[in-house]
C-alpha cells in the first residue's frame, strides 16, 4: 500500500498523480461496474419472476435537498465511516485486497439490508471506493478521503441526473 497505482491496467500512469484525474477515472470504473452488476441483478430478478426488483429503494425527488443529500453528505459522511472500517480491518489483514473486498462486502450488505438488489449496485463501488482509499492513503489522510469520496459523489451524481430524467411513474 504504497503508491496510488490502485489500477495499474485501468487507471493510466498520469493519473495515479493527480489526485482530481485519479478520482474522476476511478468515479467512471465505479459506474460502469455498478450499473452492469445493477443491470444483470434487475434482469435475473425479473427473469425469476420477482414483482417489484426496485421494492424498498428509496423514494428520491429530483430536488435540490435530495441532489445535497445525494452528492455531498452521503459521500461525506460514508467515507468518514469507511476510512473507520479500513483501519480496523487495516489491524487484522494485511492484504489491501481483502480489505477493500471485505469492506465492500460490507457497504453493500448494509445497503441491500434496505433493498435487497441495492446490493449489486453498491457493492462493486464500494469495492473502488476502498481500494482508492487504501491506494491514496500513504500519502495522507486527506488525499485517501479524497480518493474514496470524489469517484462516490460522481456516481451518486449519476444516480441522480438518472433519476431526474427519467419518467415521472
Known amino acids: 500500500m504504497t ?7 485501468i487507471i493510466p500512469q498520469a493519473a495515479r498523480a493527480n489526485l482530481a484525474l485519479y478520482g474522476a477515472l476511478a468515479g467512471a ?21 420477482f414483482a417489484d426488483a426496485t421494492q424498498g429503494l428509496p ?22 465511516l469507511l476510512s473507520a472500517l ?20 460490507v457497504w453493500g450488505g448494509l445497503h441491500g439490508a434496505v433493498a435487497p438488489l441495492w446490493f449489486f449496485g453498491t457493492v462493486w463501488a464500494f469495492f473502488v471506493f476502498a481500494w482508492s482509499y487504501l491506494a491514496w492513503r500513504p500519502r495522507s489522510y486527506w488525499h485517501a478521503f479524497a480518493a474514496a469520496a470524489i469517484p462516490h ?7 441522480f441526473v438518472a433519476m431526474a430524467l427519467a419518467p415521472a411513474t
Open 153 to 159: 459523489a460522481l456516481q451518486n451524481s449519476a444516480a
Open 3 to 9: 503508491d496510488a497505482g490502485a489500477w495499474p491496467r
Open 29 to 49: 470504473v465505479s459506474l460502469f461496474g455498478s450499473v452492469l452488476l445493477a443491470t444483470l441483478a434487475g434482469a435475473a430478478a425479473d427473469g425469476a419472476g
Open 59 to 80: 423514494d428520491w425527488d429530483a430536488n435540490l435537498l435530495d441532489l445535497f443529500g445525494l452528492v455531498v453528505f452521503a459521500p461525506l459522511v460514508e467515507t468518514a
Open 86 to 105: 479500513l483501519a480496523i480491518l487495516g489491524r487484522f489483514i494485511r492484504q489491501r485486497v481483502w480489505i477493500a473486498t471485505i469492506a465492500a462486502l
